[in-house]
């Protein structure tokens, strides 16, 4: 039996699917037109397969291009042979390696495992907590009046949460951005800000003492991601929440910014934190020091966002607004049906058996620049 679970077998795919719109984010990142993702498969001896997904950030980001995930996975599929997938999810093996391409490997082991044993993989993370989570929608880095009618118009849709985007206009400008979206929106609306890395901490004390009598939500990544003592001295200026991103790529990162007081809020990307066995342990330090968590996503197709949606619906600790489930509905395609789930603004669980989502084998290669087959 225990053979009947290893793997045999693996696929992936590069893809690359335009977005609907363009999005602008900060100076550090410019404006994308699509997403980079891999597509991988794990099959098994017992004939089941499993999906995961790599989702590279980009150099700046989380240090991944899409070459640079393909090569990692050249390097980390062969060891993946005759690996047993309970063995793997059990013992909590993807904690090993870091980054997309990891987050692929570890994704898929999941999917595969929860698939045979007729369960979803909600079940391999922890207790059910929610059926479902509000999701938010962003905006890109823009004007006020951009930000509105954005917010006019999802508003209808059912989405109450939205993250404006910025770190590229002045300080001052956008202290003016924020204060005009604040005083137009209806008084159900939650906002959030996302700098992106853009500021500096001169920038960002100037922006967080001229918004702190703002009902902002939070302000995620103000600063490089290495600025963790100007993250910290920020904390203590404001009342506004500090969420972090970028600045954890791997678990022991979120022990050195709660041990320097650096962060209120931490930001889950199952891709960029290098899948379900590290995200669900950087929840557990986050949870245990008190702090809140914002599950986040970058570009995501389904099978990321379907994972992100498993392991947030076993979290108790989230914050209270709309979290990044939108991403599939920004995307001129998808491969998968996850955005079948998003309905009225909420991303809503699935209890299939695995992730619970539908790939196409045909969306595939309509949109595959490469092909690699392991095994």
């Avoid at 984010?25 to 037109?33: A, D, E, K, R």
């Avoid at 390696?97 to 994704?107: I, K, R």
């Avoid at 570009?299 to 992100?308: D, K, M, R, V």
Wanted: glycine letters at 8%; one cysteine or more; proline letters at 4%.
């Amino acid at each position: 039996m225990e053979s009947a679970l290893e793997i045999i077998s693996i696929d992936y795919w590069p893809v690359q699917i335009p977005l609907a719109q363009p999005y602008h984010l900060s100076s550090v990142y410019g404006t994308l037109t699509h997403s980079d993702a891999v597509i991988l498969r794990v099959h098994l001896a017992n004939g089941a397969a499993g999906w995961g997904e790599a989702d590279p950030g980009g150099v700046k980001f989380d240090g991944y291009t899409l070459e640079t995930t393909c090569s990692a996975l050249a390097e980390l599929t062969p060891a993946m042979l005759g690996q047993n997938v309970a063995s793997w999810v059990e013992q909590g093996l993807g904690r090993q390696h870091l980054g997309a391409a990891a987050a692929a490997l570890d994704v898929a082991c999941y999917d595969a495992l929860a698939r045979v044993r007729q369960q979803p993989v909600w079940k391999l993370l922890g207790q059910k907590r929610h059926d479902g989570i509000d999701s938010l929608w962003p905006t890109s880095n823009g004007s006020a009046d951009d930000d509105l009618k954005v917010i006019e118009q999802y508003y209808q849709h059912g989405f109450r949460t939205y993250m404006l985007k910025m770190g590229d206009r002045p300080i001052e400008a956008e202290i003016e951005r924020t204060r005009q979206v604040l005083t137009d929106i209806a008084d159900d609306v939650i906002i959030m800000v996302d700098a992106n890395q853009g500021w500096s901490l001169a920038q960002a004390s100037e922006y967080v003492h001229a918004c702190n009598d703002l009902p902002l939500i939070l302000l995620e990544q103000p600063l490089p991601a290495d600025d963790i003592a100007g993250l910290s001295q920020l904390c203590g200026q404001t009342r506004i929440p500090i969420s972090v991103d970028e600045s954890i790529l791997r678990p022991d990162q979120v022990d050195e910014i709660i041990k320097a007081d650096a962060a209120d809020i931490f930001s889950i990307k199952i891709s960029k934190n290098g899948g379900l066995a590290n995200s669900l342990t950087i929840a557990n330090s986050v949870e245990q020091a008190g702090k809140r968590i914002l599950m986040n996503s970058m570009i995501e197709l389904g099978i990321t966002q379907a994972a992100s949606l498993h392991l947030g619906c076993t979290l108790d600790n989230l914050m209270p607004c709309g979290h990044a489930y939108m991403s599939t509905k920004r995307m001129a395609d998808d491969v998968t049906d996850f955005s079948s789930w998003l309905h009225n603004g909420r991303a809503h669980l699935s209890d299939r058996p695995g992730l619970g989502i539908e790939v196409s084998m045909e969306k595939i290669k309509q949109y595959q620049i490469g092909e690699f087959h392991v095994g």
